[in-house]
């Protein structure tokens, strides 16, 4: 069955902003640390955020810090992706994910269907 739900994609121009969300089943947002990929036309797929099973730690990829933000909110299993200052170069399909640790180093355990982000220049 479906686990994660991804929403919130869409058309927006350099510079706007954009949330992302993604539902879970709630055994898998209270057993995993929730993250965030995304993968670019013609690229391979890339980790953005995670956040940590009590939302105090998170972490980033270099080319989203300080414009993207990563939260979760326990009350409705849902993990958010808040994105200022978009790029063009931001323009891909965002996949939420349910990962080991902070700092991937295995596949995701599960992934969300993806939600396509199109940054107009």
Known sequence: QVQLVESGGGLVQAWGSLRLSCAASGSIFSTYVMGWFRQGPGKEREFVATISRSGS???YADSVKGRFTISRDGAKNTVYLQMNSL???DTAVYY???VSA???RSPPKHWGQGTQVTVSS
């Open 87 to 89: 790029k063009p170069e």
């Open 57 to 59: 730690s998170t972490y």
């Open 96 to 98: 939420c994910a349910a």
């Open 102 to 104: 902070l700092i991937v």
